[in-house]
Structures are given as structure tokens and as C-alpha cells.
């Protein structure tokens, strides 16, 4: 199941618009929106919190500076836990002048959306628009 371009453009607008806002702003500031027939359901962002291990997350980090991140494809789920079934997901990352960066999901957050929530497609920003898996 695809997306319609108007959606895409619509979910980057509303991180560009909500970007100063971002628990991450200072980091790495993503978005996860779940969409189903073109209609956003609902919208994660990342944010300093510690993963839950059970969906393969951990923190690989020594370094005491290192700071554990809820991803934002989780934070999604947890907004949303119902019909969790012909989801498309959209990804998008920025930078602090609101251009598109990579957001090409981790392999922990791939197998949640892949292999538990089986979604139909996902689709993620790069520096030179969009990519989709």
C-alpha cells in the first residue's frame, strides 16, 4: 500500500513545524508516523528514555555521556495499540535548519515493524528526499 505525495508532504510539515518543540532538537530529531488509507493515526518522536530490551534494544554504549533514546517507531506504538494492521510507516529525520536527513530505520525498530507489526511499507527521509523499504 503506497502513500499519496500530498501525505508525504504533509508529515514533513508538520516536523519542520513542530522541530523547535523536539525533545531531541540539540540531537537528532525524528518523527515516526503510522498512516493507514493516506490518514496519519498517529506520530512518535524520539526522546532520552531507556528502550525496552524485549523488542532487542540495549544499550551498546560504555561511555557514561551516552544517553539511551526511546526511538521514535516505539513511541509511536506506544501511542497507538490498536488496529495495528495495514499500517504504513513514515520516517523523518532533521536537522536543526529543518532539511531532511537519513532516517533509515535500526535494525531493532525494522524487525519490530517488519516481523511484529508487519507493516505494508515504510517510507523514510534522505538528504536528497525520500526512500522507502
Known amino acids: 500500500m503506497g502513500v499519496s505525495k500530498s501525505l508525504l508532504n504533509r508529515t ?31 506520530v512518535g518522536m524520539n526522546r532520552v528514555m531507556e528502550p525496552p530490551k524485549k523488542y532487542g534494544y ?35 529525520r532533521l536537522n536543526r535548519e529543518g532539511q531532511t536527513r537519513l532516517s533509515f530505520p535500526c535494525q531493532p525498530c525494522r524487525n519490530l515493524l ?12 534522505t538528504e536528497e528526499g525520500w526512500g522507502s523499504l
Open 12 to 42: 514533513l510539515a508538520h516536523a519542520r513545524a513542530t522541530l523547535l518543540d523536539h525533545p531531541q532538537y540539540m540531537a537528532f530529531p525524528h518523527w515516526t508516523f503510522f498512516v493507514r488509507n493516506n490518514e496519519i493515526l498517529t
Open 58 to 92: 540495549h544499550s551498546r554504549y560504555v561511555d557514561p555521556k551516552f544517553r539511551s533514546k526511546l526511538h521514535a517507531e516505539l513511541d509511536a506504538l506506544r501511542s497507538f495499540k490498536r488496529g495495528l494492521h495495514n499500517l504504513t510507516v513514515i520516517n523523518i
Open 114 to 125: 517488519i516481523n511484529v507489526l508487519e507493516v505494508d511499507k515504510i517510507y523514510f527521509t
